[in-house]
């Protein structure tokens, strides 16, 4: 049993433009989810939740286990919900279309939301950035928010003043302009550092990378300033986990790990195939969490993931699959049909069972208000 909880599933709608343009298409084409039968039961007995952006819907989704044992899906509205990053339980980033956002989550220990949600996100800083086309995020050692600036192609910070401060640009990229020049996209942080990113292309000429979809993808090492992997099919989601850098290789639909970058001869492991355009990964014990998206096919026609798709007599799909890391079988899925096709990235929400979040585009969020204890003495 799947329960949703979200403005364009349940009844209160506010006038904002994001429910206005979401009806139409849920009615044209209503969104369909289906899911193996262990998953909630997986999330629950893990005690985890799962952070899901799609850019293309502005859905922002929490999973978790319902009370009853099924899977509860809570949905919001972000335009362009992008990069998602989890610092701690408490705090959630998310990139969206001209903003990057830090929600809070409100509640204590013992404390609920209408009878059911042990967690609730509320945006608490909001960064207005323009339009960046902004990807991945993450969070620095000071506490700043990291993200990837694909319209200018660099990392950057935001800013207090102005719409963004860059802090790193690729060596082969000329100069700060706004020219999406390589797609970089994907970012692997450690400890608080940003350690690797990647990118479809080296290209320093605007929208050159899209002639290099195809075999043109790079692995770059932040810290060391250098390409170190090249050859790859739209990379993207780096993840340093449990000793491996894993990387997915959307254009032909592959989670692998990068081997041999201490001695200078990278090259990328394959582990698993799976039938859609990867983005987005995460990890838990050892289990990977990664998306799947349909290819759009006027931009990625031609793809190695074609050949694969057809080998496995296989249809694209949107969705997660959770890959056992022991065996490379799916373990569980969740699987979304209807008007939405692509996501973009995946966080694990550590310590959550049913949490949510809140966006602008219900009433909600100006009905919930809570405050400190009351300062002694001030």
Not at 83 to 111: H, S
Not at 184 to 190: D, F, I, K, P, V
Not at 222 to 232: I, M, Y
Request: glycine content about 10%.
């Amino acid at each position: 049993m799947i329960e949703r909880a979200s403005e364009t599933a349940g009844t209160e709608h506010s006038d904002g433009q994001e429910a206005d343009d979401a009806a139409p298409q849920q009615a044209e084409n209503p969104v369909k989810y289906s899911m193996s039968p262990g998953l909630s039961g997986f999330l629950g007995a893990n005690r985890i939740s799962l952070a899901i952006s799609s850019y293309q819907s502005g859905k922002f989704y929490l999973l978790g286990q319902n009370t009853d044992g099924g899977l509860l899906v809570d949905e919001r509205l972000f335009r362009k919900a992008m990069g998602i990053a989890v610092p701690d339980k408490d705090t959630l980033l998310l990139a969206t279309l001209f903003q990057i956002m830090r929600f809070k989550n409100v509640l204590g220990p013992d404390q609920q939301v209408n009878n059911l949600f042990d967690h609730c996100y509320v945006p608490r800083q909001i960064y207005v950035t323009g339009e960046l086309d902004a990807h991945d995020v993450g969070q620095l050692k000071d506490g700043r928010i990291v993200f990837v600036n694909t319209l200018f192609n660099c990392l950057a910070t935001p800013s207090d003043r102005h719409s963004f401060t860059p802090i790193w640009k690729p060596p082969f990229i000329s100069k700060i302009v706004k020219e999406d020049r390589c797609h970089l996209n994907g970012l692997a942080m450690e400890d608080g550092v940003p350690r690797y990113v990647t990118a479809v292309s080296k290209s320093d000429t605007i929208d050159g990378w899209r002639d290099r979809r195809f075999d043109g993808g790079i692995l770059i090492d932040v810290q060391k300033n250098e390409v170190v992997l090249e050859g790859l099919a739209m990379p993207h989601s780096p993840r340093l986990y449990d000793g491996k850098l894993w990387v997915l290789n959307s254009g032909t639909g592959e989670l692998g790990w990068v081997e041999g970058l201490e001695d200078g001869k990278a090259e990328f492991k394959p582990f698993v195939f799976c039938p859609g355009f990867v983005r987005g990964l995460a990890f838990h014990g050892n289990y990977a969490f990664v998306g799947l998206s349909k290819p759009r096919y006027e931009r990625f026609e031609g793809l190695a993931l074609d050949e694969r798709l057809r080998e496995a007599d296989s249809e694209p799909w949107c969705g997660v699959q959770v890959i056992d890391l022991k065996t490379g079988a799916c373990a569980h899925w969740f699987r979304i049909d209807g008007a939405i096709g692509e996501l973009y990235d995946l966080a694990i929400v550590p310590g959550v069972i049913r949490g949510m979040s809140l966006s602008f585009a219900t009433n909600e969020i100006m009905g919930l208000i809570t405050h400190d204890p009351l300062e002694e003495g001030a």
